[in-house]
């Protein structure tokens, strides 16, 4: 049994839903292929559309949009390859689905705060008029912030480009609307909020993709194989359950009180801490912590051993803990950029996790932050940099 016992890395994956559970344990029961066209398929198939029309709902689209996928990092390949475009441009801190696999992109810079430069985007596209895909997240995954996607797309369409968005962490948390945003592809994940890993989709806007995975003339030809039907229906009830606008708003009031009290914490506990874009619009549930001096992983490591669970910069590193690209970015610098932890709060999250949080920092963060200050835990490199 692992020791770790307060779990606040909910941007990594958050803890299955009980509606979610319920829906995977019933459709684990149904037999049938549902591109099969007897009663045991159409009722698997039953299963996928009902779940379709759910996730439909939560992002306020057709449910003929959605196409499911594996999850957010094949929604993000299918939108950066799926379309004509073959000019692309990505912000530079979107997640590594999207940096990888667009790697020859051109790169949008941001600000101090990580949030797109609008005024570099149009600089950009007006010195190419090669039709263009344009991909810039909602939320982000390490710092938080809300990228201003309404204003990005408006530029984007002054140069008739498509864009797309990435919106698998801001799904649950905040309103994702695609036409709302004016986008035309946008990727979702399911285990972001609360249903099962290995499910995700690809909302289609106004525009059309090409399979990248063939062999078959599943989801409309877009994405062959045999659906993941117990997945396909955990999202389905997953997005069900966060959809309710009251229920949204409410949690996110929650949340956000909790989050204030870890931050007035953290900083009473280590004065020379800081909290990156702490002035930006930011998702509630997300707090990255530069702690100068005190490397990110030794300090992962430290709250694990005291029952802790956080990260530092994404969780789709191999469990690598590297420089973070993002506040790379931002301005901070490659020293800077590995000393940095996030803490993402969720639905399971309570008062007393925040408290005990509190406590356990101040001992763990506290005594690496004087220790490292004071050259005592570091060798003679790290103590002269860390100064």
């Known amino acids: 049994m692992t020791r770790t016992s307060i779990y606040l890395d909910h941007n990594a994956t958050t803890p299955l839903r009980p509606e979610a559970a319920a829906a995977v344990a019933a459709a684990q029961g149904v037999v049938g292929n549902p591109s099969s066209v007897h009663g045991f398929g159409r009722a698997a198939r039953r299963v996928i559309e009902d779940a ?28 950066l390859h799926g379309t004509e475009r073959r000019r692309v441009l990505v912000s530079a801190v979107e997640h590594a689905s ?25 600089a950009v596209l007006v010195m190419n008029e090669r ?11 390490e710092t938080g912030v809300i990228q201003p996607v309404a204003a990005v797309a408006e530029v984007a369409a002054r140069h008739g480009a498509l864009v797309h968005c990435d919106a698998v962490q801001a799904a649950g948390k905040i309103r994702v609307d695609p036409a709302a945003l004016g986008v035309h592809l946008l990727s979702l994940s399911a285990h972001k909020l609360g249903g099962p890993p290995g499910v995700g989709a690809l909302i ?32 389905g009830a997953a997005a069900a359950a966060v959809g309710v606008e009251a229920a949204q708003r409410a949690a996110a009031a929650r949340t956000k009180a909790l989050r204030g009290r870890l931050e007035a914490g953290v900083m009473a506990a280590t004065p020379s801490a800081r909290v990156i874009a702490a002035d930006a619009e930011r998702l509630v549930n997300t707090v990255c912590i530069l702690t100068p ?17 956080v990260s530092a910069g994404s969780a789709c590193s191999s469990g690598k803990v590297a420089g973070s690209h993002v506040l790379r970015a931002m301005g901070l610098g490659e020293h800077l950029a590995r000393q940095a932890v996030r803490v993402s709060l969720g639905w399971t999250t309570t008062e007393r996790e925040i408290d005990d949080f509190v406590t356990i920092w101040r001992a763990t963060a506290g005594r690496l932050c004087a220790g490292f200050a004071m050259g005592a835990t570091a060798g003679p490199a790290e103590a002269t940099a860390a100064a």
């Open 293 to 309: 001096g005190v490397p990110a992983e030794t300090l992962v490591m430290a709250l694990d051993l005291a029952g802790v669970a």
């Open 52 to 79: 379709r029309e759910q996730v439909a709902a939560l992002v306020a689209a057709p449910p003929a949009s959605v196409i499911f996928t594996s999850g957010g990092t094949e929604a993000n390949t299918l939108a």
């Open 98 to 122: 999207v940096l990888e696999v667009a790697a020859d992109a051109e790169r949008i810079p941001v600000d101090r705060d990580g949030v797109v430069d609008l005024d570099a985007l149009a």
């Open 131 to 141: 039709p263009a895909l344009v991909s810039v997240m909602l939320a982000n995954n």
């Open 204 to 235: 289609v806007n106004g525009t059309d993709v090409e399979a990248q995975l063939v062999g078959g003339g599943q989801e409309r030809r877009r994405r062959a194989g045999t659906e993941n039907i117990a997945g396909i229906a955990g999202f």
